[in-house]
Protein backbone atom coordinates (compact mmCIF):
# COMPACT_ATOMS: atom_id res chain seq x y z
CA UNK A 1 0.00 0.00 0.00
CA UNK A 2 1.39 3.48 -1.18
CA UNK A 3 0.63 6.93 1.14
CA UNK A 4 -0.31 9.85 -0.06
CA UNK A 5 0.07 13.53 1.27
CA UNK A 6 1.32 13.83 5.31
CA UNK A 7 -0.83 11.80 7.63
CA UNK A 8 -3.29 10.87 5.14
CA UNK A 9 -2.83 7.30 4.58
CA UNK A 10 -4.08 5.83 0.88
CA UNK A 11 -5.89 2.23 0.83
CA UNK A 12 -6.01 0.10 -1.65
CA UNK A 13 -8.75 -3.24 -2.81
CA UNK A 14 -6.89 -6.62 -1.44
CA UNK A 15 -8.02 -9.03 -4.08
CA UNK A 16 -6.43 -13.07 -4.71
CA UNK A 17 -3.82 -11.90 -2.50
CA UNK A 18 -2.84 -8.47 -3.15
CA UNK A 19 -3.40 -5.17 -2.96
CA UNK A 20 -4.40 -3.68 -6.36
CA UNK A 21 -5.79 0.10 -7.02
CA UNK A 22 -10.01 -0.04 -7.98
CA UNK A 23 -9.69 -0.29 -11.67
CA UNK A 24 -11.38 3.12 -12.37
CA UNK A 25 -8.61 4.90 -10.10
CA UNK A 26 -10.99 6.71 -7.63
CA UNK A 27 -10.89 7.33 -3.82
CA UNK A 28 -12.40 8.82 -1.24
CA UNK A 29 -11.99 10.49 1.77
CA UNK A 30 -12.49 8.86 5.15
CA UNK A 31 -12.83 11.32 8.20
CA UNK A 32 -11.86 11.13 11.90
CA UNK A 33 -15.26 11.53 13.85
CA UNK A 34 -13.17 12.75 16.98
CA UNK A 35 -10.69 15.53 14.87
CA UNK A 36 -13.82 15.82 12.05
CA UNK A 37 -10.63 15.70 9.07
CA UNK A 38 -9.60 13.60 6.48
CA UNK A 39 -6.99 10.79 7.59
CA UNK A 40 -7.25 8.65 4.82
CA UNK A 41 -8.11 7.72 1.62
CA UNK A 42 -10.03 4.35 0.81
CA UNK A 43 -10.56 2.97 -2.74
CA UNK A 44 -14.18 3.37 -4.46
CA UNK A 45 -15.01 -0.15 -5.85
CA UNK A 46 -17.40 -0.81 -8.50
CA UNK A 47 -18.52 -3.39 -10.35
CA UNK A 48 -15.80 -4.33 -12.00
CA UNK A 49 -14.03 -4.87 -9.02
CA UNK A 50 -16.43 -6.97 -7.15
CA UNK A 51 -16.39 -9.20 -10.49
CA UNK A 52 -12.67 -9.53 -9.67
CA UNK A 53 -12.90 -10.62 -6.15
CA UNK A 54 -15.72 -13.11 -6.36
CA UNK A 55 -14.18 -14.50 -9.21
CA UNK A 56 -10.44 -15.21 -7.65
CA UNK A 57 -12.82 -16.21 -4.44
CA UNK A 58 -14.83 -18.71 -6.84
CA UNK A 59 -11.51 -20.04 -7.85
CA UNK A 60 -9.62 -20.30 -4.84
CA UNK A 61 -12.62 -22.00 -3.56
CA UNK A 62 -13.74 -24.18 -6.09
CA UNK A 63 -9.97 -25.12 -7.79
CA UNK A 64 -7.43 -24.06 -5.53
CA UNK A 65 -5.81 -25.61 -2.62
CA UNK A 66 -8.22 -24.53 0.10
CA UNK A 67 -10.77 -27.45 -1.45
CA UNK A 68 -7.92 -30.10 -1.30
CA UNK A 69 -6.67 -29.28 2.20
CA UNK A 70 -7.50 -31.67 5.03
CA UNK A 71 -9.32 -29.39 7.33
CA UNK A 72 -6.98 -29.96 10.04
CA UNK A 73 -4.65 -27.87 7.28
CA UNK A 74 -7.02 -25.10 7.30
CA UNK A 75 -7.82 -24.80 10.97
CA UNK A 76 -3.94 -24.60 11.29
CA UNK A 77 -4.14 -21.66 9.12
CA UNK A 78 -6.75 -20.32 10.79
CA UNK A 79 -5.11 -20.27 14.19
CA UNK A 80 -1.80 -18.60 13.14
CA UNK A 81 -4.83 -15.98 11.76
CA UNK A 82 -5.51 -15.53 15.50
CA UNK A 83 -2.10 -15.62 16.79
CA UNK A 84 -1.16 -12.50 13.99
CA UNK A 85 -4.18 -10.46 15.02
CA UNK A 86 -3.10 -10.98 19.11
CA UNK A 87 0.20 -9.86 18.11
CA UNK A 88 -1.33 -6.39 16.42
CA UNK A 89 -4.08 -5.79 18.13
CA UNK A 90 -3.14 -2.66 19.69
CA UNK A 91 -2.19 -0.90 15.95
CA UNK A 92 -5.48 -2.37 14.95
CA UNK A 93 -7.27 -0.87 17.66
CA UNK A 94 -6.26 2.41 17.21
CA UNK A 95 -6.89 2.46 13.17
CA UNK A 96 -10.38 1.30 14.21
CA UNK A 97 -10.42 4.26 16.46
CA UNK A 98 -9.69 6.77 13.79
CA UNK A 99 -11.87 5.82 11.26
CA UNK A 100 -15.09 5.00 13.93
CA UNK A 101 -14.66 7.10 16.73
CA UNK A 102 -15.20 4.69 19.19
CA UNK A 103 -13.34 4.22 22.59
CA UNK A 104 -9.77 2.83 22.65
CA UNK A 105 -10.96 0.97 25.61
CA UNK A 106 -13.79 -1.07 23.49
CA UNK A 107 -12.02 -1.59 20.11
CA UNK A 108 -8.85 -2.65 22.28
CA UNK A 109 -10.69 -4.65 23.98
CA UNK A 110 -12.58 -5.99 20.63
CA UNK A 111 -9.29 -6.93 18.87
CA UNK A 112 -8.07 -8.24 21.92
CA UNK A 113 -10.88 -10.98 21.70
CA UNK A 114 -10.93 -10.73 17.73
CA UNK A 115 -8.86 -13.80 17.64
CA UNK A 116 -10.86 -16.36 20.10
CA UNK A 117 -13.06 -16.81 17.02
CA UNK A 118 -10.15 -17.90 15.05
CA UNK A 119 -8.59 -20.02 17.44
CA UNK A 120 -12.50 -21.35 17.84
CA UNK A 121 -13.28 -22.12 14.46
CA UNK A 122 -10.06 -23.16 13.18
CA UNK A 123 -10.36 -25.92 15.75
CA UNK A 124 -13.48 -26.92 14.75
CA UNK A 125 -12.39 -27.01 10.84
CA UNK A 126 -12.34 -30.86 11.08
CA UNK A 127 -15.20 -31.35 13.47
CA UNK A 128 -17.56 -30.89 10.82
CA UNK A 129 -19.32 -34.29 10.45
CA UNK A 130 -22.17 -35.80 8.58
CA UNK A 131 -24.01 -38.84 9.66
CA UNK A 132 -24.95 -42.28 9.09
CA UNK A 133 -28.62 -42.58 8.15
CA UNK A 134 -30.09 -46.00 9.44
CA UNK A 135 -32.22 -46.13 6.47
CA UNK A 136 -35.44 -47.86 5.69
CA UNK A 137 -34.14 -49.25 2.17
CA UNK A 138 -33.40 -52.50 1.94
CA UNK A 139 -29.48 -52.74 0.84
CA UNK A 140 -28.51 -49.26 0.75
CA UNK A 141 -26.00 -48.05 2.59
CA UNK A 142 -27.07 -44.03 3.03
CA UNK A 143 -25.19 -41.23 4.73
CA UNK A 144 -25.08 -37.16 4.91
CA UNK A 145 -22.02 -35.00 4.26
CA UNK A 146 -21.66 -31.27 4.67
CA UNK A 147 -20.17 -29.06 1.97
CA UNK A 148 -19.37 -25.48 1.76
CA UNK A 149 -22.01 -23.57 0.55
CA UNK A 150 -20.23 -21.09 -1.92
CA UNK A 151 -18.51 -17.69 -2.07
CA UNK A 152 -19.85 -15.70 0.76
CA UNK A 153 -20.34 -12.30 0.14
CA UNK A 154 -19.64 -10.35 3.98
CA UNK A 155 -21.26 -6.95 4.54
CA UNK A 156 -20.11 -5.41 7.89
CA UNK A 157 -21.17 -2.21 9.53
CA UNK A 158 -18.93 0.36 10.73
CA UNK A 159 -19.76 0.15 14.55
CA UNK A 160 -16.99 -3.14 15.14
CA UNK A 161 -15.56 -4.01 11.92
CA UNK A 162 -13.01 -6.09 12.74
CA UNK A 163 -15.12 -8.27 14.93
CA UNK A 164 -17.88 -8.50 12.69
CA UNK A 165 -15.46 -9.90 9.90
CA UNK A 166 -14.09 -12.54 12.25
CA UNK A 167 -18.14 -13.61 13.43
CA UNK A 168 -18.47 -13.99 9.63
CA UNK A 169 -15.50 -14.74 8.02
CA UNK A 170 -14.25 -17.22 10.99
CA UNK A 171 -16.91 -20.06 10.18
CA UNK A 172 -17.29 -19.16 6.43
CA UNK A 173 -13.71 -20.39 5.78
CA UNK A 174 -14.10 -23.18 8.77
CA UNK A 175 -17.30 -24.45 6.12
CA UNK A 176 -14.62 -24.32 3.67
CA UNK A 177 -16.08 -20.94 1.87
CA UNK A 178 -14.30 -18.20 0.31
CA UNK A 179 -15.20 -14.47 1.35
CA UNK A 180 -15.26 -11.06 0.03
CA UNK A 181 -15.84 -8.36 2.95
CA UNK A 182 -17.37 -5.37 2.20
CA UNK A 183 -16.72 -3.28 4.95
CA UNK A 184 -18.98 0.39 5.70
CA UNK A 185 -17.41 3.23 3.46
CA UNK A 186 -17.68 5.08 6.78
CA UNK A 187 -14.78 2.54 8.40
CA UNK A 188 -12.87 0.25 6.17
CA UNK A 189 -9.55 0.92 7.17
CA UNK A 190 -9.18 -1.91 9.81
CA UNK A 191 -10.38 -4.28 7.58
CA UNK A 192 -7.78 -3.29 4.42
CA UNK A 193 -4.93 -3.93 7.29
CA UNK A 194 -6.34 -7.03 8.56
CA UNK A 195 -6.25 -8.03 4.91
CA UNK A 196 -2.20 -8.35 5.38
CA UNK A 197 -2.60 -10.56 7.95
CA UNK A 198 -4.40 -13.28 5.65
CA UNK A 199 -1.60 -13.71 3.56
CA UNK A 200 0.91 -13.66 6.40
CA UNK A 201 -1.16 -16.65 7.52
CA UNK A 202 -0.95 -18.76 4.88
CA UNK A 203 -4.66 -18.33 3.78
CA UNK A 204 -3.99 -19.58 0.04
CA UNK A 205 -4.62 -16.14 -2.42
CA UNK A 206 -8.10 -15.65 -3.42
CA UNK A 207 -9.56 -17.16 -0.24
CA UNK A 208 -10.03 -13.98 1.38
CA UNK A 209 -10.83 -10.43 -0.61
CA UNK A 210 -12.15 -6.92 0.61
CA UNK A 211 -13.65 -4.47 -1.65
CA UNK A 212 -14.61 -0.87 -0.81
CA UNK A 213 -16.89 1.99 -1.63
CA UNK A 214 -20.57 2.66 -1.83
CA UNK A 215 -23.51 0.23 -1.58
CA UNK A 216 -25.38 1.40 -4.66
CA UNK A 217 -21.92 0.19 -6.35
CA UNK A 218 -19.56 -2.00 -4.52
CA UNK A 219 -22.39 -3.21 -2.73
CA UNK A 220 -25.37 -3.76 -5.11
CA UNK A 221 -22.75 -5.90 -7.56
CA UNK A 222 -21.34 -7.95 -4.59
CA UNK A 223 -25.02 -8.52 -3.68
CA UNK A 224 -25.99 -9.79 -6.79
CA UNK A 225 -22.91 -11.14 -8.24
CA UNK A 226 -23.80 -14.55 -9.75
CA UNK A 227 -21.20 -16.40 -8.22
CA UNK A 228 -22.20 -15.30 -4.51
CA UNK A 229 -23.73 -18.39 -3.15
CA UNK A 230 -24.32 -17.18 0.63
CA UNK A 231 -24.32 -12.75 2.24
CA UNK A 232 -24.12 -11.99 5.86
CA UNK A 233 -25.00 -8.79 6.33
CA UNK A 234 -24.95 -6.53 9.85
CA UNK A 235 -26.79 -3.57 9.66
CA UNK A 236 -29.81 -1.57 9.47
CA UNK A 237 -33.02 -3.44 9.35
CA UNK A 238 -34.40 -1.19 6.55
CA UNK A 239 -30.79 -2.20 4.23
CA UNK A 240 -31.26 -5.33 5.36
CA UNK A 241 -34.37 -5.41 4.29
CA UNK A 242 -33.35 -4.74 0.52
CA UNK A 243 -30.63 -7.04 0.74
CA UNK A 244 -33.07 -9.52 1.38
CA UNK A 245 -35.17 -8.77 -1.42
CA UNK A 246 -31.86 -8.52 -3.71
CA UNK A 247 -31.10 -12.40 -2.37
CA UNK A 248 -34.37 -13.39 -3.16
CA UNK A 249 -34.29 -12.73 -6.59
CA UNK A 250 -31.55 -15.13 -7.19
CA UNK A 251 -32.24 -17.31 -4.29
CA UNK A 252 -29.32 -16.46 -2.14
CA UNK A 253 -28.81 -17.84 1.05
CA UNK A 254 -28.90 -14.93 3.79
CA UNK A 255 -28.11 -14.36 7.07
CA UNK A 256 -28.78 -10.71 8.71
CA UNK A 257 -28.23 -9.07 11.82
CA UNK A 258 -30.24 -5.89 11.95
CA UNK A 259 -31.12 -3.29 14.58
CA UNK A 260 -32.10 -3.49 18.02
CA UNK A 261 -34.69 -2.21 20.15
CA UNK A 262 -33.96 -3.52 23.58
CA UNK A 263 -35.94 -3.82 26.86
CA UNK A 264 -33.50 -3.62 29.71
CA UNK A 265 -35.78 -4.82 32.59
CA UNK A 266 -35.64 -3.94 36.16
CA UNK A 267 -37.18 -5.26 38.99
CA UNK A 268 -37.77 -4.15 42.92
CA UNK A 269 -35.83 -7.22 44.33
CA UNK A 270 -32.42 -6.79 42.01
CA UNK A 271 -29.46 -5.51 43.07
CA UNK A 272 -29.94 -1.66 42.27
CA UNK A 273 -26.29 -1.05 42.57
CA UNK A 274 -25.34 -3.51 39.69
CA UNK A 275 -28.54 -2.68 37.67
CA UNK A 276 -27.76 0.89 37.73
CA UNK A 277 -24.36 0.29 36.32
CA UNK A 278 -26.22 -2.37 33.71
CA UNK A 279 -28.28 0.00 32.60
CA UNK A 280 -25.77 2.72 31.81
CA UNK A 281 -22.87 0.63 30.51
CA UNK A 282 -26.23 -0.82 27.91
CA UNK A 283 -27.26 2.53 26.65
CA UNK A 284 -23.94 4.85 26.71
CA UNK A 285 -20.96 2.36 26.54
CA UNK A 286 -20.11 2.77 22.77
CA UNK A 287 -21.46 5.83 22.71
CA UNK A 288 -25.03 4.06 22.23
CA UNK A 289 -23.92 2.91 18.65
CA UNK A 290 -24.27 -0.90 18.94
CA UNK A 291 -27.38 -3.07 17.89
CA UNK A 292 -28.06 -4.37 21.32
CA UNK A 293 -28.14 -0.92 22.97
CA UNK A 294 -30.82 -1.30 26.12
CA UNK A 295 -32.29 1.62 25.02
CA UNK A 296 -35.72 1.03 26.50
CA UNK A 297 -34.75 1.08 30.23
CA UNK A 298 -38.12 -1.00 32.45
CA UNK A 299 -38.30 -0.09 35.99
CA UNK A 300 -40.69 -1.20 38.54
CA UNK A 301 -42.41 1.58 39.60
CA UNK A 302 -42.03 1.02 43.19
CA UNK A 303 -38.37 2.21 42.85
CA UNK A 304 -38.52 3.71 39.43
CA UNK A 305 -37.97 7.75 41.19
CA UNK A 306 -35.25 5.84 43.47
CA UNK A 307 -33.47 4.34 40.42
CA UNK A 308 -33.85 7.27 38.32
CA UNK A 309 -31.40 9.25 40.95
CA UNK A 310 -28.84 6.98 40.62
CA UNK A 311 -28.58 6.72 37.17
CA UNK A 312 -28.61 10.65 37.17
CA UNK A 313 -25.40 10.47 39.21
CA UNK A 314 -23.79 7.51 36.62
CA UNK A 315 -24.40 9.91 34.19
CA UNK A 316 -22.76 12.69 35.31
CA UNK A 317 -19.84 10.94 36.04
CA UNK A 318 -19.34 10.29 32.41
CA UNK A 319 -16.56 12.02 30.83
CA UNK A 320 -16.87 13.07 26.73
CA UNK A 321 -13.97 13.53 24.78
CA UNK A 322 -11.34 11.88 23.13
CA UNK A 323 -11.94 8.63 22.36
CA UNK A 324 -7.84 7.45 22.18
CA UNK A 325 -7.87 8.09 26.26
CA UNK A 326 -8.22 5.73 28.56
CA UNK A 327 -10.37 7.79 30.96
CA UNK A 328 -12.91 8.80 28.08
CA UNK A 329 -16.65 7.18 28.73
CA UNK A 330 -18.41 8.43 26.12
CA UNK A 331 -17.21 9.46 22.34
CA UNK A 332 -18.14 11.23 19.07
CA UNK A 333 -20.60 9.79 16.99
CA UNK A 334 -19.41 8.23 14.15
CA UNK A 335 -20.89 9.72 11.18
CA UNK A 336 -22.45 13.30 9.93
CA UNK A 337 -25.57 11.57 9.41
CA UNK A 338 -25.88 9.30 12.09
CA UNK A 339 -25.49 12.92 14.95
CA UNK A 340 -28.15 14.76 12.75
CA UNK A 341 -30.88 11.53 13.34
CA UNK A 342 -29.69 10.89 16.97
CA UNK A 343 -30.57 14.43 17.52
CA UNK A 344 -33.71 14.47 15.79
CA UNK A 345 -34.87 11.77 17.79
CA UNK A 346 -34.05 13.80 20.60
CA UNK A 347 -36.01 16.84 19.37
CA UNK A 348 -38.87 13.66 18.26
CA UNK A 349 -39.11 12.69 22.06
CA UNK A 350 -39.72 15.94 22.95
CA UNK A 351 -42.49 17.61 20.76
CA UNK A 352 -44.18 13.50 21.83
CA UNK A 353 -44.42 14.71 25.67
CA UNK A 354 -41.15 12.78 27.05
CA UNK A 355 -39.65 14.79 29.66
CA UNK A 356 -35.80 15.03 29.14
CA UNK A 357 -34.50 14.38 32.45
CA UNK A 358 -30.65 15.02 31.50
CA UNK A 359 -28.80 15.93 28.13
CA UNK A 360 -30.68 16.22 25.38
CA UNK A 361 -28.62 18.29 22.73
CA UNK A 362 -25.10 18.51 21.45
CA UNK A 363 -22.39 18.59 23.55
CA UNK A 364 -19.57 21.29 23.25
CA UNK A 365 -16.56 22.19 24.89
CA UNK A 366 -13.25 22.50 24.78
CA UNK A 367 -11.21 19.02 23.33
CA UNK A 368 -14.61 17.97 21.92
CA UNK A 369 -13.05 19.19 18.31
CA UNK A 370 -14.99 17.42 15.60
CA UNK A 371 -18.42 18.71 16.14
CA UNK A 372 -20.12 14.94 16.59
CA UNK A 373 -20.56 15.01 20.14
CA UNK A 374 -24.16 14.36 21.98
CA UNK A 375 -24.99 14.33 25.36
CA UNK A 376 -25.83 11.33 27.39
CA UNK A 377 -29.75 11.70 27.45
CA UNK A 378 -32.44 10.60 29.58
CA UNK A 379 -36.26 10.89 28.87
CA UNK A 380 -38.49 9.73 31.87
CA UNK A 381 -42.50 9.52 31.19
CA UNK A 382 -41.87 7.58 28.20
CA UNK A 383 -44.70 5.64 26.28
CA UNK A 384 -43.92 2.91 25.05
CA UNK A 385 -45.87 3.68 21.73
CA UNK A 386 -43.69 6.65 21.22
CA UNK A 387 -40.87 7.02 18.27
CA UNK A 388 -38.30 7.32 20.98
CA UNK A 389 -39.52 3.78 22.06
CA UNK A 390 -40.32 2.01 18.95
CA UNK A 391 -37.75 3.43 16.89
CA UNK A 392 -33.85 2.74 16.75
CA UNK A 393 -31.90 5.32 17.64
CA UNK A 394 -28.34 3.96 17.50
CA UNK A 395 -27.23 7.09 20.07
CA UNK A 396 -26.68 7.76 23.71
CA UNK A 397 -30.54 8.14 24.38
CA UNK A 398 -32.31 6.34 27.09
CA UNK A 399 -36.06 6.10 27.46
CA UNK A 400 -37.59 5.15 30.53
CA UNK A 401 -40.89 3.16 31.16
CA UNK A 402 -42.33 2.05 34.23
CA UNK A 403 -44.38 -1.29 35.08
CA UNK A 404 -46.17 -2.30 37.56
CA UNK A 405 -45.76 -6.31 37.71
CA UNK A 406 -43.85 -8.72 35.54
CA UNK A 407 -47.01 -9.51 33.36
CA UNK A 408 -46.70 -5.94 32.23
CA UNK A 409 -42.99 -6.19 31.96
CA UNK A 410 -43.19 -8.61 29.38
CA UNK A 411 -46.23 -7.04 27.47
CA UNK A 412 -44.19 -3.57 27.24
CA UNK A 413 -41.02 -5.32 26.67
CA UNK A 414 -42.39 -7.65 23.23
CA UNK A 415 -44.62 -4.66 22.25
CA UNK A 416 -41.97 -3.71 19.31
CA UNK A 417 -41.05 -4.68 15.76
CA UNK A 418 -37.43 -5.95 17.26
CA UNK A 419 -36.34 -8.88 18.49
CA UNK A 420 -32.45 -8.63 19.64
CA UNK A 421 -31.49 -8.76 22.98
CA UNK A 422 -33.67 -8.33 26.28
CA UNK A 423 -32.14 -7.61 29.49
CA UNK A 424 -33.47 -8.97 33.02
CA UNK A 425 -32.31 -7.86 36.54
CA UNK A 426 -34.12 -9.78 39.21
CA UNK A 427 -32.45 -11.94 42.51
CA UNK A 428 -35.60 -14.09 41.58
CA UNK A 429 -34.04 -17.24 40.09
CA UNK A 430 -38.27 -18.61 39.21
CA UNK A 431 -38.58 -15.04 36.98
CA UNK A 432 -35.30 -15.46 35.35
CA UNK A 433 -36.50 -18.64 33.92
CA UNK A 434 -40.30 -17.58 33.42
CA UNK A 435 -38.47 -14.44 31.52
CA UNK A 436 -35.96 -16.19 29.28
CA UNK A 437 -38.68 -17.90 28.09
CA UNK A 438 -41.89 -15.31 27.71
CA UNK A 439 -39.44 -12.49 26.50
CA UNK A 440 -39.33 -12.27 22.53
CA UNK A 441 -35.62 -11.58 21.50
CA UNK A 442 -32.57 -13.62 20.72
CA UNK A 443 -30.49 -12.97 23.54
CA UNK A 444 -31.83 -12.72 27.17
CA UNK A 445 -29.16 -11.46 29.65
CA UNK A 446 -29.82 -12.12 33.35
CA UNK A 447 -28.19 -9.63 35.50
CA UNK A 448 -25.72 -8.86 33.17
CA UNK A 449 -26.00 -6.90 29.27
CA UNK A 450 -24.38 -6.83 26.23
CA UNK A 451 -22.05 -9.93 27.05
CA UNK A 452 -20.50 -11.52 24.00
CA UNK A 453 -18.86 -14.68 23.23
CA UNK A 454 -17.15 -16.69 20.32
CA UNK A 455 -19.24 -19.69 22.27
CA UNK A 456 -22.57 -17.87 21.90
CA UNK A 457 -25.11 -17.61 19.06
CA UNK A 458 -25.69 -13.83 18.63
CA UNK A 459 -28.63 -12.83 16.67
CA UNK A 460 -32.36 -11.93 16.91
CA UNK A 461 -36.08 -12.27 16.08
CA UNK A 462 -38.31 -9.88 13.77
CA UNK A 463 -37.02 -7.00 12.28
CA UNK A 464 -33.76 -7.79 14.14
CA UNK A 465 -32.67 -10.95 11.72
CA UNK A 466 -32.38 -14.23 10.48
CA UNK A 467 -29.22 -16.58 11.30
CA UNK A 468 -26.87 -16.84 14.13
CA UNK A 469 -23.62 -15.37 14.65
CA UNK A 470 -20.55 -17.18 16.36
CA UNK A 471 -20.91 -20.81 18.72
CA UNK A 472 -21.29 -23.66 16.42
CA UNK A 473 -24.61 -23.01 15.15
CA UNK A 474 -22.66 -20.03 12.91
CA UNK A 475 -20.83 -22.34 10.61
CA UNK A 476 -24.39 -24.34 9.74
CA UNK A 477 -25.03 -20.47 8.28
CA UNK A 478 -22.62 -21.80 5.34
CA UNK A 479 -22.81 -25.82 4.90
CA UNK A 480 -25.12 -27.50 2.53
CA UNK A 481 -26.33 -30.88 3.53
CA UNK A 482 -25.75 -33.86 1.09
CA UNK A 483 -27.41 -37.19 1.16
CA UNK A 484 -25.52 -40.45 -0.34
CA UNK A 485 -27.26 -43.07 -1.51
CA UNK A 486 -25.17 -46.21 -2.21
CA UNK A 487 -26.55 -49.66 -3.07
CA UNK A 488 -25.36 -53.04 -1.75
CA UNK A 489 -27.85 -54.96 -4.13
CA UNK A 490 -26.34 -57.97 -5.67
CA UNK A 491 -29.59 -58.13 -8.15
CA UNK A 492 -31.29 -56.15 -10.64
CA UNK A 493 -34.96 -54.75 -9.83
CA UNK A 494 -37.74 -57.18 -11.26
CA UNK A 495 -39.20 -53.61 -12.32
CA UNK A 496 -36.56 -51.29 -13.38
CA UNK A 497 -39.37 -48.90 -14.21
CA UNK A 498 -41.14 -48.72 -10.43
CA UNK A 499 -38.92 -46.11 -8.26
CA UNK A 500 -37.22 -48.01 -4.95
Known amino acids: ?10 YQLFINGEYVDPVGGEWFDSQDPYRGETWARIPRARAADVDRAVSAAHEAMWNGPWSTMSPTARGKVMRRLGDLVADNAERLAAVEVRDNGKLLA ?26 LVPIDKPDTFAFTRHEPVGVVAALTAWNSPLLFVAWKCAPALAAGCAVVVKPSEYASASTLEFAALTKEAGLPDGLFNVVTGFCPE ?20 TTGAKVYEAAARNLKKVSL ?17 AAAAGAVSGIFA ?25 L ?16 TNIGPITTPAQYRKVLDYIDIAKAEGARCVFGGGPATGEGLTGGQFVQPTIFVDVDNAMRIAQEEVFGPVLSIIGFED ?6 IANDVAYGLAAGVWTKDIGRSVRLSKSLRAGMVFINTYRAVSFTMPFGGTKRSGLGRES ?9 ETKSVWISTATNVPENPFVQR
Open 312 to 327: LALAASARIGDPMQPD
Open 1 to 10: MGSGPVDVKT
Open 218 to 237: AGSALVEHPKVAKITFTGSD
Open 406 to 411: EDEAVR
Open 471 to 479: GIDAVREFL
Open 106 to 131: EMLGQVQYHPEWWWYYGGLADKIQGA
Open 286 to 310: ATGQTCVAGSRLLVQNSIREAFVER
Open 257 to 273: ELGGKSPNIVFEDADLT
